[in-house]
């Protein structure tokens, strides 16, 4: 179901669905960039295509369908790069090659499905065709990710700051990391109506560097990121320009970037 | 009492050299050890395989008489520097904190005060970690282990970049702990002025090429 541009309140649910996304890849981003998964990130939001297209195309919940490629992509990753491309350089190597190939596989599908799926709209996103569905969608994913977060915060900061400290006192390193590999794929599945699938990393990246650069802890650092990221929804800008709002979140970003750069860091709590 | 009983580990595939080969060593509570070797003697390999890191290829790894595996002792690790966060937002006291996770204390904020007052970090509690010196940092590191109240403390090179003012007040702070009946496990690359203050120091190229009194051992190496 789309939002009706014809009634007064047509700019309601857009508006909320741009505040949700920007408040989930707020709260996700900086736990991903202390883990450096932002490239892992960006490899989630590629491998969720395939699987979205076709769930889409089935008829079927696209989440589980992005969950499912979402997983099964990151499972291959890991086992690839658990061996013998373990160094840095294998790890880029087999995460840039799996995110080409989501993408390709993703494009072929849809192409194949013959028109039943707007591409455009899957990869930049289209905050007009959000309906009550991708709201409810968002809400949960949000909900979920805060859970995440307030049950295991000190357990979240212990693996941000030292993983292998924390794995030697006997955290559940391995559990946590799956679990954020889960809520990463459901927070970006959840936003693709708003910021599309290939360019929300922007929107996990420069909010959180903010954050962290300038937060005396880990809760001021999502605090902090998670009102950037509304900030910059790129809601209204998007209608402004007529163009879908992945590209102009991606474009907000970059002064962001630039602002996190000459941000002071905090030094005292 | 911890025992490592004919120990060697090689990475998986079938060509891949022996990183460690017969390694067979105890260490006793109230211990302070030093585990000396060149850049990959095996030192992180050791520290791993006690972790549970990595599964022995051959030999095992006992602790009270017991398996390792399944009965775990309490453990805390000080990684290498290149292995922390330091830009992560975090006090000082919240890092300190967060050793009670291993550990939940009857009174967590009096345990994590007597570890910040113990490494002189009582003044610095509120300062970001990423605004500490290089010595304050590693202090604060240790600190956290404390509160980890752990039976096997291991350090891993973490001496490197301190002065050596810093690096004695370093090591009275764990030769406290090994006076308090736990095993403290050292790895490091030096063995100049400090290794006096080991009780005994393990020499690894692969395999235990010493393990005797930090003097002797320090003999042995300075032998053409």
Redesign the interface.
């Known amino acids: 179901m789309s939002s009706d541009p014809t009634t007064f309140t047509w700019w309601l649910l857009p508006l909320l669905m741009a505040l949700l996304t920007g408040a989930m890849g707020g709260v996700a981003g900086p736990l991903l960039v202390?883990r450096?998964r932002v490239l892992h990130s960006n490899l989630i939001a590629h491998a969720v295509l395939p699987g979205v297209a076709l769930a889409l195309a089935a008829g079927i919940e696209p989440l589980l369908g992005g969950l499912a490629s979402g997983v099964g992509v990151t499972w291959l990753a890991e086992r690839l790069s658990s061996?013998?491309l373990a160094d840095d350089a294998g790890q880029e190597v087999v995460a840039n090659t799996l995110l080409a190939a989501s993408l390709g596989l993703g494009v072929l599908l849809i192409q194949a499905l013959d028109g039943d799926v707007d591409l455009n709209s899957l990869l930049f996103g289209d905050l007009l065709t959000a309906g009550p569905a991708d709201l409810l969608r968002a809400a949960i994913a949000l909900g979920l990710l805060l859970i995440l977060v307030c049950g295991r915060y000190?357990?979240l900061?212990?693996l941000?700051?030292?993983?292998?400290?924390a794995?030697?006192?006997?955290?559940p390193v391995r559990r946590l990391q799956q679990l954020l590999s889960l809520a990463t794929t459901l927070v970006i599945v959840s936003g693709m109506a708003a910021v599309g699938l290939i360019l929300a990393i922007a929107l996990y990246s420069a909010p959180a560097l903010i954050g962290?650069?300038t937060?005396?802890?880990?809760r001021?650092?999502l605090g902090r990121s998670a009102a950037i990221g509304m900030a910059v929804g790129g809601f209204g800008l998007s209608l402004l320009l007529d163009s879908p709002p992945g590209p102009v979140i991606a474009c907000l970003c970059v002064p962001l970037l630039l602002g996190s750069a000459a941000a002071p860091?905090?030094?005292?709590? | 009492m911890l025992q490592v009983q004919g120990v060697s580990y090689r990475y998986p595939g079938k060509a891949s050299p022996a990183v460690l080969a017969d390694v067979s060593c105890s260490l006793g509570p109230g211990s302070l050890t030093a585990l000396l070797g060149p850049n990959g003697a095996g030192k992180s390999t050791l520290l791993n395989l006690l972790l549970g890191q990595l599964t022995p290829s051959q030999g095992r790894l006992l602790w009270s008489g017991q398996p390792m595996a399944p009965r775990r002792p309490r453990l805390a690790l000080v990684p290498q520097r290149s292995a922390i966060q330091w830009q992560m937002p975090i006090t000082v006291r919240d890092l300190v904190a967060l050793g009670t996770l291993a550990a939940p204390a009857d009174e967590p904020r009096l345990a994590i005060a007597e570890a910040l007052q113990s490494m002189g970090l009582a003044s610095l509690a509120d300062t970001r970690l990423s605004q500490l010196s290089g010595g304050q940092q590693q202090r604060a590191l240790l600190a956290r282990a404390l509160v980890q109240k752990a039976d096997l403390l291991l350090l891993d090179e973490p001496f490197t970049y301190l002065d050596p003012p810093t690096r004695q007040q370093l090591l009275a702070v764990l030769r406290q702990q090994a006076c308090g009946g736990r095993i403290v496990l050292v790895s490091s690359h030096d063995w100049g002025d400090s290794l006096q203050g080991y009780d005994r120091a393990l020499l690894l190229d692969t395999t235990l090429r010493a393990d005797d009194r930090p003097d002797r051992v320090l003999e042995r190496l300075q032998r053409p």
């Open positions: 202390v450096r061996r013998r000190q357990q900061v212990f941000a700051v030292d993983p292998e400290g794995a030697a006192a006997g955290l962290l650069r937060a005396a802890s880990l001021g650092a860091h905090r030094g005292r709590g």
